[in-house]
């Protein structure tokens, strides 16, 4: 193997590492990795990006995937929908207080990686994620990540001579200070 493929072969024993840590604590809770996943993400973001199309988009499964998943949040009261008053068939999802009591409990799920993590050097660290930054922003212009919030394609930032610069923060960005998921994000586009 060359060293581009063993970096996608790294990248891919990840990927399984977080499938069987998602897997163990579904198990433990009685729902599935893409219900955690949904609880996760309705806990730390807007409600304009909690709705189902766009977590379809997020996930990148289907809609009755996504629909099938909020069904079952919401009857077990992990989950509230608040309609839309433009259009009654859209809602929003929002955490509930027996949710966010799960979303505590559940959030644990990715420690083993952290401590790996953990015990690179600051170096290694921002090398780490200045190079998946990178490959993010690569696959989300290539079409292969639909939905990315990242500074690089945010109409805030702009580089010049190889500087980042956040004109919302009105501050220039170190390798550290990238953001993959925004909540301020605006699309260049």
Known sequence: MNLNDKIVYGIERLSDAFKTLLWEEAKTYGI?????????????????????????KEFNVTKPTI???????????YLRKE???????????FITPQGKTLVDKVSGYKNPVLKAIKELDHIQHEQLYASLAN???????????????????????????GTSYCNLLQKKLKTI???LDCNEFESKT
Request: charged share 20%; hydrophobic share 35%.
């Open 32 to 56: 599935s990795p893409i219900q955690i996943q949904i609880l996760l993400f309705v806990s730390e973001h807007r409600s304009e990006l909690c709705q189902v199309s766009h977590l379809a």
């Open 67 to 77: 629909s099938d998943a909020v069904r079952v949040l919401n009857n077990k009261g």
């Open 83 to 93: 309609h839309s008053s433009a259009d009654n068939r859209s809602y929003s999802l």
């Open 177 to 179: 200070d990238i953001r």
């Open 135 to 161: 490959i993010i922003y690569n696959l989300n212009q290539k079409g292969i990540l639909e939905v990315q919030r990242t500074c690089f394609a945010c109409r805030f930032h702009e580089k010049t001579s």
